[in-house]
């Protein structure tokens, strides 16, 4: 015949259990609280329990001197559902319950108590358990207490306290943040003669101290290391905040140092040695704007990672994944950048009147504004349209003898713009185009 049950009881653990014979469907019991078998000095649960009836008056158990009450009397609800041979039934019991430490090993005869529900009056019956002696040794003895960030659900932070024994307290009582908390949750698992008790405690704080209250083991009692919350939100927002403004500060100092002699270097000259566009510390920050912002997430990122393990012991693998690649995509920008401050030289063999004639003829049908005539360079800047892909672009023409040096770049007086979209190719080919056109190239 199949026997099908689910019982479900508000505390899930190991129970043995000490109630009546009778058939009566109501009845008042005993019911101890334990993972393992009961041993001296550790802390167990008793719960008195009324079955389907609400009592109206307690007569409380008296302990004697082997049982020491560490905690209680508290409330106690519960209920059960069963399923046997097709037919459902259901249960509720109410009482009250108590962490006790049973003082030396032996059996040892728990105390009866009474309770009066309606006319009639229930009592618990004689309940013994044998309580074994402390053996832990205190050199294979290790427990760690860890707190974690949850990813998501109602609850921030998770603290679990694993030991290779079971605790003398059991449950392990936790101090978080002053609030003393039982275990959410509490499992056991034994493989190979070794054993783990694993309890869990959720709770919800921008900031922790956690401890253990009174951990022993055979009445022993054992130091686990507190743990501290190091950042609060608050504080995390902040040092994310401080790692941006420090990268930030480094950035500037180190575009100052970099560009401290292109920036008061005179265009022409520059360029005729260099063969690039010389950069002041904005045109910089224009110009390498997309490398500057991805070394920013990159640094952004990080320090997200580096706090989060620092404080909660959890390792954020997509941001420290994401602030890894950031940072050769940072360096192909620079790079793509930094070759568009390379000149293209144009062989004319046009005077100097002759090139200013041809490029003023070029700003007016396409444009341009011409910033600058000298005797050695032209600097001009378009203005495009609305629909333009681009803030526009800066042009500048070197001359040097039988050639001019020429560049185009988007316009670094306005914001960083990553792409060209053929706009500056265009305008070097046109400035050739009209250099070219009816001249006989020099070689």
Same mark, same amino acid.
């Given at each position: 015949m199949l026997h099908f049950?689910?019982?479900?009881?508000?505390?899930?653990?190991?129970?043995?259990?000490c109630a009546s014979t009778t058939a009566d469907s109501v009845y008042f019991h +005993?019911?101890?609280?334990?993972?393992?078998? +009961?041993?001296a000095g550790q802390v167990v649960e008793l719960t008195y329990a009324?079955?389907?009836?609400?009592?109206?008056?307690?007569?409380?158990?008296?302990?004697?001197?082997?049982?020491?009450?560490?905690?209680? #009397?508290? #409330?106690?609800?519960?209920?059960?559902?069963?399923?046997?041979?097709?037919?459902?039934?259901?249960?509720?019991?109410?009482?009250?319950?108590?962490?006790?430490?049973?003082?030396?090993?032996?059996?040892?005869?728990?105390?009866?108590?009474?309770?009066?529900?309606?006319?009639?009056?229930?009592?618990? #019956?004689?309940?013994?358990?044998?309580?074994?002696?402390?053996?832990?040794d205190m050199n294979k003895l290790k427990c760690c207490l860890k707190v974690g960030r949850l990813a998501g659900g109602y609850k921030k932070y998770c603290a679990t306290l694993t030991c290779n024994a079971c605790p003398d307290q059991n449950p392990p009582l936790l101090s978080i943040n002053g609030k003393t908390y039982r275990p959410t949750r509490k499992s056991f698992s034994s493989s190979n003669g070794k054993e783990e008790y694993v309890y869990e405690y959720f709770f919800n704080d921008d900031s922790y101290e956690v401890s253990c209250e009174e951990l022993t083991f055979g009445g022993k009692p054992y130091s686990v290391k507190p743990k501290k919350g190091k950042l609060a939100g608050a504080d995390f927002l902040i040092a994310i905040v401080v790692s941006g403004a420090l990268f930030e500060l480094v950035w500037w100092l180190a575009s100052r140092r970099r560009y401290r002699e292109e920036k008061?270097?005179?265009?022409?000259?520059?360029?005729?040695e260099k063969k690039a566009l010389p950069l002041t510390v904005s045109?910089?920050?224009?110009?390498?704007?997309?490398?500057?912002?991805?070394?920013?997430?990159?640094?952004?990122?990080?320090?997200?990672?580096?706090?989060?393990?620092?404080?909660?012991?959890?390792?954020?693998?997509?941001?420290f994944w994401f602030g890894i690649a950031f940072v050769p995509l940072a360096y192909l920008s620079y790079r793509n950048q930094r070759r568009k401050l390379d000149f293209q030289s144009i062989p004319t063999?046009?005077?100097?009147?002759?090139? $200013?004639?041809?490029?003023?003829?070029?700003?007016?049908? $396409?444009?341009?504004?011409?910033?600058?005539?000298?005797?050695?360079?032209?600097?001009?800047?378009t203005n495009p349209a609305i629909w333009h892909l681009t803030w526009g672009e800066q042009i500048?023409?070197?001359?040097?003898?039988?050639?001019?040096?020429?560049?185009?770049?988007?316009?670094?007086?306005?914001?960083?713009? #990553?792409?060209?979209?053929g706009y500056a190719k265009r305008n070097i080919q046109r400035i050739r185009d009209a250099l070219t056109h009816g001249a006989a190239i020099r070689d």
């Open positions: 049950c689910i019982w479900v009881f508000v505390l899930l653990a190991g129970v043995q259990v +005993i019911k101890a609280d334990t993972i393992r078998e +009961i041993r009324l079955v389907n009836a609400q009592f109206d008056s307690v007569s409380s158990p008296v302990f004697n001197s082997s049982i020491e009450v560490i905690e209680g #009397p508290k #409330p106690h609800e519960g209920s059960s559902y069963a399923v046997i041979n097709g037919v459902e039934s259901k249960s509720h019991e109410s009482g009250f319950r108590y962490l006790v430490q049973f003082r030396q090993s032996g059996e040892v005869e728990l105390p009866s108590a009474s309770v009066k529900a309606g006319n009639r009056t229930y009592t618990t #019956p004689e309940c013994r358990v044998t309580v074994h002696p402390a053996v832990v008061d270097a005179l265009l022409a000259e520059f360029v005729l045109w910089a920050y224009t110009h390498y704007g997309v490398s500057h912002t991805l070394l920013l997430f990159s640094v952004l990122l990080l320090t997200m990672t580096g706090v989060t393990i620092y404080t909660d012991s959890m390792f954020m693998s997509a941001f063999t046009l005077n100097e009147q002759a090139i $200013y004639d041809r490029i003023y003829n070029l700003s007016v049908t $396409y444009d341009w504004d011409v910033d600058h005539y000298g005797e050695d360079c032209i600097v001009a800047h500048f023409i070197v001359f040097d003898k039988g050639q001019v040096w020429v560049n185009s770049v988007n316009d670094l007086n306005k914001r960083t713009s #990553p792409f060209s979209f």
